[in-house]
């Protein structure tokens, strides 16, 4: 079955500083999404890749899947406290996501200090 | 405002109480499904519906039952709870199966 790994586990930047989170699949990616999450609330969408190579940006966070299409990264430049959270990637399962059934990796939990 | 709605966000309950966790979409999504999050888990789908009265089982769907009678509404239901259902439960919708899915703002559960 399909997994995602997610590096680091935990992340703690001054503000200001870039930083960079990695998905790693350990199958071909159909669909991509990143979604950040604040402690004990909902998913917030970020943004979605599907095709090798695509890179998106929104704000401050940009996000890369590779040409292979089994890692993408999330790079947040200049972060800020708003940044601080947990970053979740998920993929569409290995039915390319027919059932819809999104495969999550277990998180990074970023913090940011003022 | 599109969105994704749960009710209750929060709830304690005792072993073998039924009970049921609302979710709601007003955002004409043909597509729904239930996600739980735990510690060193992630998050797992339950359920999930393509369309009215379609439903199909996920990952994890022992012990949950889902009604899709309504396009908006996708309740779930825990016939008799155990401590094991212990979790942070997540509704979310979108168009199509394959499109990008909104989730709901949670719905904290603890089973005693």
């Known amino acids: 079955s399909q997994e995602l790994e997610q590096s680091p586990q935990s992340l703690i930047v001054q503000e200001g500083k870039n930083l960079t989170i990695n998905c790693t699949s350990s199958?071909?990616?159909?669909?991509l999404y990143w979604y950040k999450q604040k402690y004990g609330e909902g998913l917030i969408f970020l943004m979605m890749?599907?095709?090798?190579?695509e890179e998106k940006s929104h704000e401050k966070i940009t996000a890369k899947l590779d040409e292979k299409k089994q890692q993408s990264s999330l790079h947040i430049t200049a972060s800020q406290p708003s940044h601080a959270g947990i970053y979740l990637c998920?993929?569409?399962?290995?039915?390319?996501?027919?059932?819809?059934?999104?495969?999550f990796g277990k998180g990074t939990k970023l913090s940011v200090k003022p | 405002e599109a969105q994704v709605t749960q009710n209750p966000r929060y709830l304690i309950t005792v072993t073998g109480k039924k009970l049921t966790v609302t979710c709601s979409q007003n955002?004409?999504?043909?597509?729904m499904s239930w996600y739980r999050q735990d510690p060193g888990l992630g998050l797992r789908q339950i359920y999930y519906?393509?369309?009215?009265?379609?439903?199909d089982k996920g990952d994890v769907p022992e012990g949950y039952k889902v009604s899709r009678k309504e396009k908006r509404n996708f309740p779930l239901i825990l016939e008799s709870p155990s401590p094991n259902q212990t979790s942070l439960y997540f509704c979310?919708?979108?168009?199509?199966?394959?499109?990008?899915?909104?989730f709901g703002p949670g719905t904290r559960l603890l089973v005693l």
């Open positions: 955002m004409n999504h043909e597509y």
């Open positions: 998920g993929a569409d399962d290995e039915y390319g996501g027919s059932q819809g059934n999104l495969i």
């Open positions: 979310a919708s979108s168009l199509l199966s394959q499109e990008t899915q909104y």
């Open positions: 519906s393509m369309n009215v009265e379609v439903t």
């Open positions: 890749l599907q095709k090798g190579g």
């Open positions: 199958k071909t990616l159909y669909g």
